[in-house]
């Protein structure tokens, strides 16, 4: 991890022990300077209380947190040169927009005839200009969470924390909110950390995703190898859906597992695996999205490997159609295997049409098959 | 029942215009009362005094009660519905009780000149304890301090801990977050606090009666206490009831416009009058 | 908030607890000297003996009084929940012109000096020629009785009226919508839900009315009720006797109270 010259925010052994429920479990990780960096994960993971940590808002029990190289452990929330954007805004109701903005300039005896451009500049930076003699209360959802953003980055700040922020907003103005923020964190070089429980928000943003689970980082990565290269079963399944098959490893090189199958294992090429691959005889899972299946209508002989077909092999399994649920833009075929797992696969609705009942067989290339452990 | 509140209440404005003709009650309209209540250096003096009273106690109650709602709002993290009921249930127990319990500790063989004297502090007791206007405001202080405290806790108690959170991460000190965010946020409770402890200790009789004992320490309220009960000057009464009753009102209506201004819309209670609706 | 273990939070939890004590300490003493082994209350305290409850105990006018003060409390909370609840629904569910001003009204006897509600009622009371003795023996008086009812009505109908407001109405659409009528629904569905506040007033005035002095002062007839008697036994000089008196109230109430708070709670968790 110290491998990053450039890190602005270090975090070495970050514990968080509420009593005797562990919230946080020795966390290391670094953020380099000017990085968008999303913490994932869902509720009680501990990424809200990384972040809480890290603005100062609670103690750490054990551990570090370094800003710039320096240790700000020991620091209130108000010598920290951090700014949060919080989940329900927290706009304080007694003060217009303006003073929101301004507060934090003022706070810090900033003079008093730079504070006026800074806050109209800020809030012209968020569209808000005209606003600025406005309440809290009057503004929408969508005002609120920028004059918060702008309250934030009106400091100048090295590192912006965000707590869920586009959480209260419905669907459409959280993806036009994701754009803009993606946007203005290029346009000012901010360093961002991003806490949210929403992948989709996670993939789209970030420069790198730390997924949490159980108060520890499962994996940390750009959103495309969490995506594609998912470390374990709880990586695949909560980064996008997939379809997991339980599998027994049989070859490490060239990687082949089994597939239970009514008349024996049938064996399936993966993924070249690394070296902390599971051993031949484990039991692990097969991870395959439901994009990466094709469904044809006709039912093949059983069995793995047509070679040459695409990059690496294509596996084929015979399975039974169990419904079809068209969804817009893509048709969801769930389809059974021959031990019961059902599989889901997308398909365009311009494919040639399958049937509920229809003997199918579905097809991936080797490639597309992660090995995820437990 | 609207009716039973609202005619007694219309009848004491009638009342204070009638006139007393040989000890009995006449229909006959009359500005007499009014003149001779403002005419007399006894009533508005005693309003003054009263009110000067009362304005002790708002302040001391105000002064007490605040840190206490602040503890109990922030600071406690374990059975704090049950800390904040210990605080309030005094208000609910016995009235007679908290008054009295003063003379005990001032009088003149009390706890406190016992305690003093068995110490060696002072040889003789102390006689200026009781019976003084300090004990009149000590004992109504005592009495209506957890009212005060009332909407002070339950405005600080609905303040998110994010905007405490949001004010530090913004660079102020914990003293700055205070002044510029806890404390503007609390005004409506304070307002509604201090209203309550000015109201009713203003119309307060019984304390005064108790621990004021001398014609000089008495309130406004013990004045229509014995025009009602020993003159039988029942005009004369209502017309002080009357002008306690506008006070009063006047003093409601601006604390509820002061209130409402400073309230900022996260609060339902529409005005001072609506905290008093027993926790 | 973290970074806490330091001076201005230890000023604030002495303050704090300073007030607590300046709340607290005289009723501890009053409580402390009906124990008291002497017949005159002095410093310092004699602890041991409950030989004044004893005298309590056969005090018939304090008894007496204590039984008028009962029948006055179940009285007020009949009147008052008899009147308040059905104006709460009121209050809940019609838009009548001076609703405003009909509540603010409600709510005054809660917040003017009980003097002025007093003489107030005195004087209609008077003014119609209701006898303040009348109903005596049975009744302590009709309008000490009436004046308690209509001044704590107002308790009942702001915590009926604040748990009607929380109240989800869908769940009263619901109930009609599975075949009940009006009746039904009320019996089953809204009078569950706004039972414990009903029940909590109820307690809360019984308390109130078992404490009131300034009004019950104006309008009692023959017959004291214990907080007069009590001050009546005060203007001639404290006795051991009233602390025990006072213990016991004080006793009494706190248990109403604990039950009332228990009831809020139990509601808090119904919601």
């Known amino acids: 991890m110290t491998a990053i010259v450039t890190a602005i925010v270090e975090l070495h052994g970050l514990t968080k022990r509420f009593g005797t429920f562990t919230a946080l479990d020795g966390i290391s990780l670094a953020v380099a300077t000017g990085e968008f960096l999303t913490v994932l994960g869902a509720s009680g993971s501990g990424k809200t209380t990384t972040l809480r940590l890290i603005a100062g808002f609670d103690l750490a029990t054990e551990g570090r947190i370094l800003i710039d190289g320096v240790d700000v452990v020991a620091l209130p929330p108000f010598k920290r040169p951090v700014n949060t954007v919080f989940q329900q805004y927290a706009l304080f109701p007694h003060m217009s927009v303006r003073d929101n903005v301004g507060y934090g300039l003022r706070m810090q005896r900033v003079p008093s005839r730079e504070i006026g451009p800074r806050v109209a500049e800020a809030l012209d930076m968020v569209q808000l200009g005209p606003f600025a003699h406005r309440a809290p209360r009057q503004l929408s959802g969508g005002q609120q969470q920028r004059v918060a953003l702008a309250r934030a980055i009106v400091n100048r700040p090295r590192v912006l924390l965000l707590d869920e922020p586009l959480g209260a907003l ?6 036009a909110m994701q754009l803009e ?20 928000e996670a993939l789209t943003m970030s420069d790198r995703v730390a997924l949490m689970r159980q108060g520890r980082i499962e994996q940390l990565g750009p959103p495309r190898e969490l995506y594609d290269r998912p470390r374990s079963r709880y990586v695949a399944d909560f980064i996008g859906e997939t379809n997991l098959l339980p599998v027994t490893v049989t070859d490490r090189d060239p990687a082949v597992v089994t597939v239970a199958g009514p008349a024996g294992p ?73 031990d019961g797992v059902t599989l889901v696969a997308l398909r365009a609705p311009a494919d040639p049409p399958v049937a509920t009942g229809d003997a199918v067989t579905i097809g991936w290339a080797a490639d597309r098959g992660v090995l995820v452990v437990d | 029942m609207a009716v039973l509140l609202l005619l007694p209440y219309a009848l004491l404005l009638i009342q204070s215009f009638w006139r007393l003709r040989n000890g009995t009650l006449t229909h006959e309209l009359t500005l007499d009362n009014y003149r001779r209540l403002f005419g007399t250096r006894l009533y508005p003096a005693t309003i003054l005094y009263s009110a ?202 601006v604390a509820g416009k002061v209130e409402a201004r400073g309230s900022y819309g996260g609060d339902a209670r529409a005005s001072v009058v609506d905290y008093a609706a027993p926790i | 908030m973290p970074h806490r273990s330091d001076l201005l939070t230890t000023a604030l939890w002495v303050a704090a607890g300073a007030v607590f004590a300046f709340i607290y300490a005289p009723l501890a003493i009053v409580i402390l000297y009906s124990v008291h082994d002497g017949s005159i209350i002095a410093w310092p305290l004699k602890l041991g003996t409950l030989r004044w409850y004893g005298v309590l105990a056969h005090d018939t006018s304090l008894l007496t009084a204590a039984w008028a003060s009962l029948k006055l409390a179940v009285l007020a909370v009949m009147i008052a929940l008899a009147v308040g609840v059905p104006g709460a629904f009121v209050l809940d569910r019609y838009d009548f012109p001076g609703k405003g001003a009909f509540r603010r009204l409600v709510m005054l006897p809660l917040i003017l000096p009980g003097i002025i509600t007093g003489v107030a009622l005195l004087s209609f009371f008077s003014f119609v020629g209701l006898s303040l003795s009348s109903g005596f023996p049975l009744v302590p008086g009709w309008p ?64 109130l009315s078992l404490d ?6 104006f ?53």
Not at chain 2, 162 to 168: D, P, T
Not at chain 3, 199 to 205: E, H, N, P
Not at chain 3, 230 to 253: D, H, K, M, Q, Y
Request: glycine residues 6%; aromatic residues 10%; charged residues 15%.
């Open chain 2, 52 to 253: 000067g009273v009362a304005l002790r106690v708002t302040v001391i109650s105000l002064v007490l009660a605040f840190p206490l709602a602040y503890v109990l709002a922030f600071k406690v993290r374990r059975h704090k519905t049950l800390l904040y009921m210990a605080v309030i249930i005094p208000l609910w127990v016995s009235y007679l009780v908290r008054a009295y319990a003063w003379k005990i500790i001032l009088g003149q063989q009390g706890i406190l000149n016992g305690m003093l004297m068995s110490m060696g502090i002072i040889r003789a007791p102390l006689t200026v304890l009781l019976y003084s206007t300090a004990a009149v405001v000590l004992a109504l202080t005592h009495i209506y301090t957890p009212f005060t405290l009332m909407p002070i806790y339950a405005v600080l108690d609905a303040i998110p801990a994010s905007l405490k959170e949001a004010s530090q991460d913004l660079y102020a000190s914990r003293w700055r977050t205070f002044i510029h965010v806890i404390l503007p946020l609390s005004l409506p409770g304070v307002v509604a606090g201090c209203t309550f402890a000015f109201v009713l200790s203003m119309g307060d009789f019984l304390a005064p009666q108790l621990l004021g004992g001398n014609d000089s320490a008495l309130m406004v309220s013990n004045l229509v206490w014995s025009l009602f009960g020993v003159a039988y000057n029942w005009p004369l009464g209502a017309a002080v009831s009357v002008v306690m009753l506008g006070l009063t009102l006047i003093l409601l209506w």
């Open chain 3, 144 to 207: 000490v009785v009436l004046g308690h009812g209509a001044a704590l009505t107002s308790v009942v109908m702001t915590q009926v009226y604040a748990r009607l407001q929380r109240f989800d109405r869908a769940q009263e659409e619901a109930s009609s919508d599975l075949y009940a009528n009006e009746w039904q629904t009320f019996w089953q569905v809204t009078l569950p839900a706004i039972r414990p506040a009903v029940l909590g007033a109820a307690l809360l005035v019984f308390t």
């Open chain 1, 266 to 338: 049938i064996p399936v090429h993966v993924a070249p695996v690394g070296a902390d691959a599971p051993r031949a005889g484990a039991q692990v899972w097969l991870s395959v999205r439901p994009e990466s299946l094709t469904i044809e209508a006709s039912a093949a002989p059983w069995g793995a490997g047509s070679p040459g077909v695409g990059r690496g092999r294509l596996n084929r399994l015979p399975a039974t159609v169990r419904d079809i649920v068209y969804a817009g833009s893509v048709v969801k075929v769930h389809a059974a295997l021959a």
């Open chain 3, 212 to 217: 009131e002095i300034a009004v019950t002062f």
């Open chain 1, 170 to 175: 419905d669907l459409k103005l959280r993806r």
């Open chain 3, 219 to 271: 309008l009692i007839g023959r017959q004291n009720t214990l907080p007069l008697q009590l001050w009546g036994l005060l203007r001639r000089g404290i006795t051991p006797e009233v602390n025990a008196a006072a213990t016991v109230i004080f006793a009494v109430s706190l248990l109403t109270i604990v039950l009332w708070s228990r009831m809020m709670r139990d509601e808090k968790v119904s919601d």
């Open chain 1, 181 to 200: 923020l993606k946007q203005l964190q290029t346009q000012l070089g901010i360093t961002f950390i991003y806490v949210t429980h929403d992948q989709e």
